[in-house]
């Protein structure tokens, strides 16, 4: 997953880094609400975190700009502000959960995972697609009951396509959310770690989940999408941020 902090506070913001790291999330700090807006036009985000106080502005006027632009990426915002008021005008303003400083750490990631598993249409952190079963919360994959070894790379691809399913992602879709343009190998180990995977899932009895769509990249298909049109993931621009 790849998320987009707005946060300027740099000791919040390195703690909040830290912590999407760990569950395994490439993380790209915004200090202004400017930098962040552009960011959101760049790149396609599963989440977004907003801060309220930035140094160009309130984050309420940064979400509307978002929402007006037609970017749908589930917004969480933080502030030091405890009052309801401020809440609900988070809520309003098109944010999707709004959460008050200081706050748990794990909570965070938390919610962070809740808005984006249903922002895709997920109302629980165990999906079921296609034969397997992901639980989001432990990062753990299982078909039948059976639990299935997958390295950190496997799940991220794996954890993107169950996500998307239904949506065709290209390499650089894959590359721009499992490395963020830090130390990018070839696009071709892409084609490497789906051949693992899809190795490792036909073992355990999930042989045909993985679909390939020649030429633009790989999707997974719930048997309800299987006669339906594909829709092509939004794009990535090649040029990333510093």
């Known amino acids: 997953m790849r998320i987009l902090l707005a946060e300027d506070d740099r000791t919040i913001a390195r703690g909040i880094n830290f912590v999407l790291q760990q569950a395994r999330m490439v993380v790209d700090v915004a200090e202004t609400g400017a930098e962040a807006l552009e ?85 629980h952190s165990r999906l079921e697609v296609g034969g397997i079963t992901m639980d989001l919360s432990a990062r753990e994959v299982s078909v039948d009951g059976q639990p299935v070894a997958l390295t950190s790379k496997e799940y991220a691809i794996l954890e993107l396509l169950v996500l998307r399913r239904g949506a065709v992602l290209s390499k650089e879709n894959f590359l721009d959310h499992l490395y963020g343009g830090i130390d990018e190998p070839d696009a071709k180990i892409i084609d490497v770690f789906i051949c693992k995977l899809r190795k490792k899932l036909a073992h355990a009895g999930a042989d045909s989940l993985i679909g390939t769509v020649w030429g633009r990249g790989y999707i997974v298909r719930d048997q309800q999408m299987q006669r339906a049109p594909v829709p092509v993931a939004r794009p990535i621009l090649e040029t990333h941020a510093a």
Do not use: H, W
Request: hydrophobic share 45%; with cysteine; net charge positive.
């Open 39 to 123: 960011l959101s036009k760049l790149y396609d985000y599963d989440a977004i975190i907003m801060d309220v106080m930035l140094p160009d502005g309130e984050g309420f006027d940064v979400v509307r700009r978002i929402r007006a632009a037609k970017n749908a990426a589930p917004i969480l915002m933080l502030s030091a502000q405890t009052r309801a008021e401020s809440k609900i005008k988070g809520l309003q303003c098109g944010a999707d959960d709004y959460l008050a400083k200081p706050f748990d750490q794990q909570e965070l990631v938390a919610r962070l995972q809740a808005i984006i598993r249903r922002s895709k249409g997920f109302s």
